[in-house]
């Protein structure tokens, strides 16, 4: 009975696992949020392994080299994923801080890691640079098509007798992977190693090469052929694309030569690598360390000139396999990774519609309103908190539905022009209401001194207006809502949000309705997750949540040491009830409260691939954490009216690619600084590609000032 129960408890776990391999996989996994976004969207990706970091090249060439090669990567029109193994997890995208941790660490500190090794680092939490082989397997399950390397392992020169086959060429015969590569490593024995590939399976190409002749790493000739030349990044594309509709389980490997100015002397390389053979045989030199022992040696005896070709060879390699991903990317982007997917959500931004006018001031504004005329340059844009985080969320994300409404007027017809054609089919037009005309005065300096408005159209968003959106709310991984609406409407949201357990992001707007929603039932506003307030919204708040009239204050604060401490005092007061709060502080940045886990981890609060949001756990009580973040410099302002929704439109559009919590205020403040350098409320565009924002993001990153308060 005992043995029974038991074969049946183990058939039940066999069969859970084969239902789904990548459960597990996914847990141990770290993917870099750009090359999640990438791999989501079907961009190019090229995977690059780190034992060049680790063991292929001495420090600083190390990790000099690996900066080198992804920049070439992304010169090229794709991104860079530097695959390894740090503390245990597994790394897919490397940050600086973290190629340089790896780049500092001793030899016996990080093993080189290939297949067999993998188990072993995660169990320990060990640190590795990944082999061919074993960055072939983490691309592969990641979605990653193609790697580029400096060359692959092989049969060794006494391979037929000793019977040192490199776990490289297994893979290649296991795993379909695009390796570019420039051929396999001159010390190895090369006709037996392509020998041992057609067994496998693997299909070998030379690139550019119309003789056929396979590189060898060091030299742009090995003296053997192979079978196939593709003639450029589409053929390649090409090859790859049909290696996937054959669903085959092996790889592709591309030979590409050195290139002719760094290519060694045939005769002298094969006289050092003979000696550093001889060498290594007496020193009792084997196994894994016998390749990184031999390169080094071949670098000395050579002077240098095997290491600048290695150099070379690898960024020619990066730059051939970009050019190639980017082209199958444009071919084929439906080939991406099952379980990584875009979430096909849309989110639901619900708010007001305003035809802003902006009026900066040419004189001195007066101290007092004497009724003179005083000159200024009239600017006028669409505008509107929630038109405004709708059309940048529409243009950082991709998607957004908006529900707003104008007046049947002049001024209506006008705004409906400015709405991005995607945003409009939900806005209501009102044949009773003006629409909404916002004045807004600022100084020379540009600092805002007045608005004046009329928003009495923003109660015909009402409830019956949510209640005919109800399938889109249902299916939204967010629900954004602006204080503009009526309470009623706010009711019937907060219902339909409580309804189809919807997270939504509560946008106070102006410190006089900031209140609002947290006079109806606490059942109702627990579904508001995330509030993105300034300092005297917040005030309010808190007196609407407290039930307390706070002291009255000064509306300067003399100092960010003051600003800081008010600020926490405010957030200590409410952090319990939400799960994120974003205060803005103007020019100074903004403060993060936290609440459970993310307080502690900082991770993401979606699942980009579902589009879900996901449950803070109370890894136990009273956990919070309050973060600031100082606003970068921004150079070039034109503009500082839809900063703080550009803002909330990176932030949010961060939090559903499932990036963590600093890369969405990376995002916020970048969105941020494209608005302030524009003249409209949102840019007309943010960035020209994915590359620009990468790589702006990048040095928001760099600079990024985080304060535990």
Same mark, same amino acid.
């Given at each position: 009975?005992?043995?029974?129960?038991?074969?049946?408890?183990?058939?039940?776990?066999?069969?859970?696992?084969?239902?789904?391999?990548?459960?597990?996989?996914?847990?141990?996994?770290?993917?870099?949020?750009?090359?999640?976004?990438?791999?989501?969207?079907?961009?190019?990706?090229?995977?690059?392994?780190?034992?060049?970091?680790?063991?292929?090249?001495?420090?600083?060439?190390?990790?000099?080299?690996?900066?080198?090669?992804?920049?070439?990567?992304?010169?090229?029109g794709a991104l860079a994923a530097t695959i390894a193994i740090i503390n245990g997890r597994i790394k897919v995208g490397l940050t600086t801080d973290e190629m340089k941790q790896l780049a500092a660490k001793n030899h016996n500190e990080v093993i080189k890691c290939s297949r067999r090794d993998l188990p072993y680092l995660v169990s320990t939490q060990g640190c590795g640079g990944t082999t061919v082989a074993a960055t072939m397997i983490i691309a592969h399950m990641a979605g990653?098509?193609?790697?580029?390397?400096?060359?692959?392992?092989?049969?060794?020169?006494?391979?037929?007798?000793?019977?040192?086959?490199?776990?490289?060429?297994?893979?290649?015969?296991?795993?379909?992977?695009?390796?570019?590569?420039?051929?396999?490593?001159?010390?190895?024995?090369?006709?037996?190693?392509?020998?041992?590939?057609?067994?496998?399976?693997?299909?070998?190409?030379?690139?550019?090469?119309?003789?056929?002749?396979?590189?060898?790493?060091?030299?742009?000739?090995?003296?053997?052929?192979?079978?196939?030349?593709?003639?450029?990044?589409?053929?390649?594309?090409?090859?790859?694309?049909?290696?996937?509709?054959?669903?085959?389980?092996?790889?592709?490997?591309?030979?590409?030569?050195?290139?002719?100015?760094?290519?060694?002397?045939?005769?002298?390389?094969?006289?050092?690598?003979?000696?550093?053979?001889?060498?290594?045989?007496?020193? $009792?030199? !084997?196994?894994?360390?016998?390749? %990184?022992?031999? /390169?080094?040696?071949?670098? =000395?005896?050579?002077?240098? @000139? &095997?290491?600048?070709?290695?150099?070379?060879?690898?960024?020619?390699?990066?730059?051939?396999?970009?050019?190639?991903?980017?082209?199958?990317?444009?071919?084929?982007?439906?080939?991406?990774?099952?379980?990584?997917?875009?979430?096909?959500?849309?989110?639901?931004?619900?708010?007001?519609?305003?035809?802003?006018?902006?009026?900066?001031?040419?004189?001195?504004?007066?101290?007092?309103?004497?009724?003179?005329?005083?000159?200024?340059?009239?600017?006028?844009?669409?505008?509107?908190?929630?038109?405004?985080?709708?059309?940048?969320?529409?243009?950082?994300?991709?998607?957004?539905?908006?529900?707003?409404?104008?007046?049947?007027?002049?001024? $209506?017809? !006008?705004?409906?022009?400015?709405? %991005?054609?995607? /945003?409009?089919?939900?806005? =209501?037009?009102?044949?009773? @209401? &003006?629409?909404?005309?916002?004045?807004?005065?600022?100084?020379?300096?540009?600092?805002?001194?007045?608005?004046?408005?009329?928003?009495?159209?923003?109660?015909?968003?009402?409830?019956?207006?949510?209640?005919?959106?109800?399938?889109?709310?249902?299916?939204?991984?967010?629900?954004?809502?602006?204080?503009?609406?009526?309470?009623?409407?706010?009711?019937?949201?907060?219902?339909?949000?409580?309804?189809?357990?919807?997270?939504?992001?509560?946008?106070?707007?102006?410190?006089?309705?900031?209140?609002?929603?947290?006079?109806?039932?606490?059942?109702?506003?627990?579904?508001?997750?995330?509030?993105s307030p300034n300092i005297y919204e917040l005030r309010t708040i808190v007196e609407a949540i407290t039930g307390e009239t706070l002291p009255t204050r000064e509306n300067n604060f003399q100092s960010t040491n003051i600003l800081l401490e008010e600020a926490r005092n405010l957030l200590k007061q409410v952090q319990d009830y939400f799960d994120c709060i974003v205060l803005t502080l103007g020019q100074q940045g903004v403060m993060l409260s936290l609440k459970g886990e993310i307080?502690?981890?900082?991770?993401?609060?979606?699942?980009?691939?579902?589009?879900?949001?996901?449950?803070?756990?109370?890894?136990?009580?009273?956990?919070?954490?309050?973060?600031?973040?100082?606003?970068?410099?921004?150079?070039?302002?034109?503009?500082?009216?839809?900063?703080?929704?550009?803002?909330?439109?990176?932030?949010?559009?961060?939090?559903?690619?499932?990036?963590?919590?600093?890369?969405?205020?990376?995002?916020?403040?970048?969105?941020?600084?494209?608005?302030?350098?524009?003249?409209?409320?949102?840019?007309?565009?943010?960035?020209?590609?994915?590359?620009?924002?990468?790589?702006?993001?990048?040095?928001?990153?760099?600079?990024?000032?985080?304060?535990?308060?």
């Open positions: 009975m005992f043995f029974g129960s038991v074969k049946k408890l183990v058939s039940i776990s066999s069969k859970c696992v084969l239902l789904n391999p990548l459960r597990g996989f996914k847990r141990l996994i770290d993917i870099h949020p750009y090359v999640q976004r990438s791999l989501q969207q079907g961009d190019a990706v090229v995977a690059l392994e780190s034992t060049i970091i680790t063991h292929g090249m001495p420090y600083p060439q190390n990790i000099e080299t690996a900066q080198a090669v992804g920049q070439l990567v992304s010169e090229n990653i098509d193609i790697f580029a390397t400096g060359g692959v392992g092989g049969v060794h020169r006494d391979g037929h007798i000793t019977m040192d086959v490199s776990a490289d060429l297994v893979e290649l015969g296991r795993t379909p992977i695009t390796v570019v590569s420039s051929g396999i490593k001159s010390i190895l024995d090369i006709p037996r190693t392509l020998e041992y590939l057609e067994t496998q399976g693997v299909c070998v190409a030379t690139y550019g090469v119309p003789d056929f002749n396979f590189p060898d790493f060091y030299t742009r000739n090995s003296g053997c052929k192979v079978p196939y030349n593709l003639n450029g990044p589409k053929e390649a594309a090409n090859l790859i694309k049909a290696l996937k509709e054959l669903q085959y389980r092996s790889g592709i490997l591309i030979g590409v030569p050195v290139p002719e100015k760094f290519a060694a002397n045939k005769n002298e390389i094969e006289a050092a690598i003979q000696e550093a053979i001889y060498e290594a045989r007496n020193q $009792g030199i !084997s196994g894994k360390q016998v390749t %990184p022992y031999l /390169l080094a040696a071949i670098a =000395k005896l050579t002077k240098g @000139s &095997s290491l600048e070709a290695n150099m070379a060879l690898i960024k020619n390699n990066a730059k051939t396999a970009a050019q190639i991903s980017r082209e199958l990317s444009k071919t084929k982007k439906s080939y991406v990774f099952s379980g990584e997917k875009k979430s096909s959500k849309t989110p639901l931004v619900i708010g007001a519609s305003i035809l802003d006018l902006s009026l900066t001031m040419l004189d001195d504004l007066p101290k007092v309103l004497d009724g003179a005329t005083y000159r200024a340059k009239p600017t006028e844009s669409a505008g509107g908190v929630g038109r405004n985080i709708a059309e940048g969320i529409s243009k950082l994300y991709g998607s957004a539905n908006f529900i707003s409404v104008v007046g049947n007027d002049q001024l $209506g017809r !006008s705004l409906l022009k400015m709405i %991005p054609g995607q /945003l409009r089919s939900l806005v =209501k037009i009102d044949g009773e @209401s &003006s629409t909404s005309l916002c004045t807004i005065i600022f100084d020379k300096s540009g600092d805002c001194k007045i608005y004046l408005a009329n928003m009495e159209i923003h109660d015909n968003i009402t409830p019956e207006t949510i209640q005919q959106s109800e399938e889109l709310l249902r299916s939204a991984p967010i629900v954004l809502m602006d204080g503009n609406l009526s309470l009623e409407t706010m009711e019937r949201t907060l219902r339909l949000a409580y309804k189809y357990q919807r997270p939504v992001f509560f946008e106070p707007t102006d410190m006089r309705i900031a209140q609002k929603p947290f006079n109806l039932a606490k059942t109702l506003t627990k579904q508001i997750k995330i509030i307080a502690v981890s900082g991770k993401p609060l979606f699942d980009a691939s579902t589009g879900s949001y996901l449950p803070i756990r109370e890894i136990s009580k009273n956990v919070y954490a309050m973060r600031f973040y100082s606003a970068p410099r921004v150079e070039g302002i034109k503009n500082v009216s839809g900063a703080g929704d550009s803002f909330t439109s990176g932030f949010v559009t961060a939090l559903l690619r499932g990036y963590d919590i600093k890369n969405c205020v990376a995002l916020g403040f970048l969105a941020a600084e494209r608005a302030l350098q524009s003249r409209s409320a949102v840019p007309s565009q943010y960035f020209t590609d994915k590359n620009e924002e990468s790589t702006n993001l990048q040095k928001i990153l760099k600079n990024l000032k985080e304060v535990t308060l």
